[in-house]
């Protein structure tokens, strides 16, 4: 039944080397669309189902371990593929294979870079996050962490001929950079006296609490910026509309969960000894991320960037998740660490799955339409009926409800809120009831922003006269959609199999599986805690929905079979109906402007009221761009002045400087 | 104190006679006679030392010093202020009298810094110590209050002689690797700075280096 069951590790080794070769391949015929789209990026998609039946085989493996004679000089690559690292494999192969297919129908020719380079970064890309996450040693997880950082840089600004892009690369770049340079400080401080960085010798040191709590706060911040954590998340909704849609899907759905990865296994494998109030960090931290993406995301009026702001929120309610699996663990609480933990697990494929269906649908529309702005879209429900109905899906996932895979996990997560029993530190019980509101807001806003995503791009009238021209999606980006539309449903369906898989991963990081407690239940009822406390059987919903639409149907059409009248939307009895009287995304997310005012940076620029051209605009703005990051920029502008003030351009003064230099150097020493 | 110590003595009071007149003299042509002069006094007490120490290697080192530094190295600035055709030029020195003032504060700290060191060394050249450190700072000071190119040049060689001075009296001597590797660098860095002076004089049309002022950031 499992293949490959002798070598998972060879069988992705030979994956990652054969992604590379089909990004060298790619330079073969650099400008030749139809070899890169037609041949390689099949192959590549090829690969990651591969990765996915590997990886799946190796999760319920024991670890395996390998070193690589590659690297430095008696500084070898070392190899480890363990239950965590397969899990998050499984994730990126599933993602890959969708995003793979989906590239093959996207890419037209004469847009940015070459098809070639395209390809060539694209597959190093997918390699370098399976080495990221195949990396037993600090060294090649940073080889492999800034790899995938540029690669990703290149894909970002693949159309680099647009200012507005490039731009965005470079905050993308700086913030990665800041993130790297933490995370090198991060390990330089868990390897303190260990003889080698090998992950194995870092788990052997003990750690003082102060320097534990400085790693994991370098951790955080180094893995926060990668995934877009509250201060430092200002790139994702910059980078996102820049980059080309599959590549905005690759690294919402899988670069992000890699910073997940990281710091599950600093946090919970390397840092053997946590304290509380690490735990507390992240929880604080990610539901405040997740409330601010959330609101951010309600008052877009860009889709790809509505979508970026939905990826922090995400990302919020994961770091959340392992903030709360991390409280349980320092109280020695496993089973509802392997709770948290495991919704936070199943979060992260379940946002990879309807991220990337959403972000691929928005690539259609753009392809479609060329254009962004909700403002000018609308209706095109009747035009691209395939992306409609695939991205319904998604959206409906996204915003929670059942049967759909995002109502699972987040009722999991929900659970490990509010069946944490008396822990033993009083502020926490406080605390915790307090994140559960927090997190039930979140995911309620977040239905909100997927109506208006939904309702403003596919529902009502076309707001432009070109949207009639628009033309669905092609074959195979029919086909990816549907695979990722399909995988939200069956891991909405089915959440006991995924269950099944994440118990290794717990029971490898909090020494608890669920199923212990969940199996003997069968496949129809989930009951994570108790039986009699919570249970979940998606299949019950399921029945319930279509047999109600079933019902329905047939009512109507009992009752009203033959008096069929087809009008125009909304016409609420005006003759004169025009496009513009919609609902637009500006007024959809206008109560959530008036609610959290203080949080945004609202600029209006109001009409004259005798002006014969009015104009009218409003622009949300982020308030931590100009509190945190502004400062910064100008306090580096002015330290940089008065540094070049001792430029002179004379060399003797500069002469003089190092004759100063040495003459106090000289008395300092004797 | 024994005739050699005498003698050694004698060369270091040398050395810094001679860094003090190249600070004070304002022509080119003189400027590469003092410090042809400068090389032979250094060459002297490399053998004066090899002489009484025994350190044969440092006959070697006289040797080469006198190649490079007396001979090759004033042609080759010869060559060069003729063929630029700044022979007799004078050079517009910032108040001479006040440099020289510098200068001596720069050999009273000098002697100061070389004490603790000197009392160290159990060598026979220690008292020379001060006088190298002296003569290396003296030719720096040259160096920053020169305004054309080649007296620049100079000042940094006559650095250098400073810097093997101070070897010679600290430890007898570098290593003799060491010391090819450093002669080797200077013959390099004058060939480089040869035709550097070229390329600056069709440039600007003079070796001034106030032109150079023009080399660096404006303001935004």
Known sequence: MYPFEEAPLDLILGIVLYWLLIGAAGLLRPASLRFVSRVLFPMGALGGLLLVIAALTAVRLDPASMVLPLGLPDLPFHLRLDALSAFFMVLVGAIAFGVSLFSVGYFRSGEGALPGLLCLQYHVFLSSMVMVMLADDAYLFMVAWETMALSSYFLVTTSHRIPEIRRAGFLYLLIAHIGAIALLLCFGVIHGEAGHYAFDALRANSLSPFWGSAAFLLALAGFGAKAGLLPLHVWLPEAH??????????????????????????????????????????????????????????????????LAYSSIESIGIIFAGVGLAMIFHTYHNPHLAALALAATLYHCLNHAFFKCLLFLGTGSVLHATNERNLGRLGGLMRTMPWVAGFSLVGALAIAGLPPLNGFVSEWLLLQAFLFSPGLPNPYLNMLVPLGSAALVLAAALSGYVMVKFYGVIFLGQPREDKLASAHDAGGWERCALAWFALGCIALGLFPMAVILMLDHVTSLLVNFSLSSVTSGRGWLLFAPIAAQRASYGPLFFLLGIVGTLAVTFLAVRAFYHGRLRRGNAWDCGFPAQTSRMQDTAEGFGQPITQIFEPFFRVRREMPDPFSRTPVYFKTNEDRIWYWLYLPVAHAHERIASWIGVLQHGRIHIYLLYSFATLLALLLFVR | MSTSAQLINLMASLMLLIAFAMLAQRRIKSLIYLFAWQGLVLAANSLIVGWYTGHHELYLSAFFTLLLKVMALPLVLHYLIRRLDIQWDVETLINIPATLLAGIVLVVFAFNLALPISQLAGTITRGTLGIAIAVVLLAFLMMITRRKAVPQVIGFLAMENGLFFAATSATYGMPMVVELGILLDVIVGVLILGIFFFQVREAFDSLDLKHMEKLKESDP
């Open chain 1, 241 to 306: 509309p820049a980059a080309p849609s599959p590549v905005s899907a690759l690294m919402s759905a899988v670069m992000l969960k890699t910073a997940v990865y990281g710091f599950l296994r600093v946090g919970f494998d390397l840092l053997s000894a946590p304290l509380w109030w690490w735990g507390v960090t992240a929880l604080v931290l990610g539901l405040l991320t997740a409330l601010f993406g959330v609101m951010f995301a309600a008052v877009q009026s860009d889709m790809k960037r509505l």
